[in-house]
C-alpha cells in the first residue's frame, strides 16, 4: 500500500536552533495532518493541509504542503524545551490514513 | 470532557493468555482505529471500524481480533499473545468514518509486554 515517508527519524538540536521534519509520498495525497507526541504522552492533532503550497503557522511552528502535493514539511523555529516529542505526518493512502514513522526531536538546554 | 479511554494502561501477560484491551469514546464518533507503536516504525494500523458491525484490517491485523457492537466501544482481542505482540498500542477515533480531514482523537496507550 501506499506509504508516508517521514525524516529524519531522530533530530538533537540546542535549545535557540531550528529543526525541520520532512514527509514525502510517491502518489498524490489529498490532505497531509501531522500530529506531536510528547514523551509517554499519545499523538495530538496539531493541524491540517489540503491545498497545494499551503503554508500554515503556530506561533513558532511552520507547516507546508508541496505544490505537487506529495510533501509536506514541519519547521520550528527556535526551539524551546517544550518543543521535545515525535512528530509524525499522516496523508490518505489507501483506504485509511496512514502515518509516517515519525520525527523524535531532543532539545539541549 | 470529551475523550478516547484505554484499559489497562499496563499489561504484563505470558505467552499464550488471552487478553482484551478496551477502548471507549464519548464524543459519538464513527470511526474508531486501533494502531501499535514500535520504535523505527510509526504507528502502524491494526483495525479498524466504519460504524457498528463494521470492522476492517488495517497493515498488520495479524493475531488481532476487533469488535464493534456498540458505537461506543472498540475493544481489541489477542486471543493467544506472542511475544512479537509486545508493543504500544493506541485507539483513535474521529466523527465521520468517511471525513479524512477531521483529526483523530488518541487515547492515552496500552504498553502490553507479552513474555
Known amino acids: 500500500g501506499q506509504q508516508v515517508m517521514q525524516i529524519p527519524q531522530y533530530q538533537h538540536v540546542q535549545e535557540g536552533e531550528d529543526f525541520t521534519t520532512y514527509c514525502n509520498s510517491s502518489t498524490t495525497l489529498s490532505n497531509i495532518q501531522w500530529y506531536k507526541q510528547r514523551p509517554g504522552g499519545h499523538p495530538v492533532f496539531l493541524i491540517q493541509?489540503?491545498?497545494?503550497?499551503e503554508v500554515k503557522k503556530q506561533k513558532r511552528l511552520t507547516f507546508q504542503f508541496g505544490e505537487a502535493k506529495k510533501n509536506s514539511s514541519l519547521h520550528i523555529t527556535a526551539t524551546q524545551t517544550t518543543d521535545v516529542g515525535t512528530y509524525f505526518c499522516?496523508?490518505?493512502?489507501?483506504?485509511?490514513?496512514?502515518f509516517g514513522a515519525g520525527t523524535r526531536l531532543t532539545v539541549k538546554p | 470532557e470529551a475523550q478516547v479511554t484505554q484499559n489497562p494502561r499496563y499489561l504484563i501477560t505470558v505467552t499464550g493468555k488471552k487478553l482484551t484491551v478496551t477502548c471507549s469514546q464519548n464524543m459519538n464518533h464513527e470511526y474508531m482505529s486501533w494502531y501499535r507503536q514500535d520504535p523505527g516504525l510509526g504507528l502502524r494500523q491494526i483495525y479498524y471500524?466504519?460504524?457498528?458491525?463494521?470492522?476492517d484490517k488495517g497493515d498488520v491485523p495479524e493475531g488481532y481480533k476487533v469488535s464493534r457492537k456498540e458505537k461506543r466501544n472498540f475493544p481489541l482481542i489477542l486471543e493467544s499473545p506472542s511475544p512479537n505482540q509486545t508493543s504500544l498500542y493506541f485507539c483513535a477515533s474521529r466523527d465521520r468514518a468517511l471525513s479524512y480531514n477531521s483529526p483523530l482523537h488518541f487515547g492515552n496507550g496500552t504498553r502490553l509486554t507479552v513474555t
Open positions: 471500524s466504519m460504524n457498528v458491525e463494521a470492522t
Open positions: 499522516a496523508g490518505l493512502g489507501g483506504n485509511d490514513m496512514r
Open positions: 493541509l489540503v491545498k497545494s503550497g
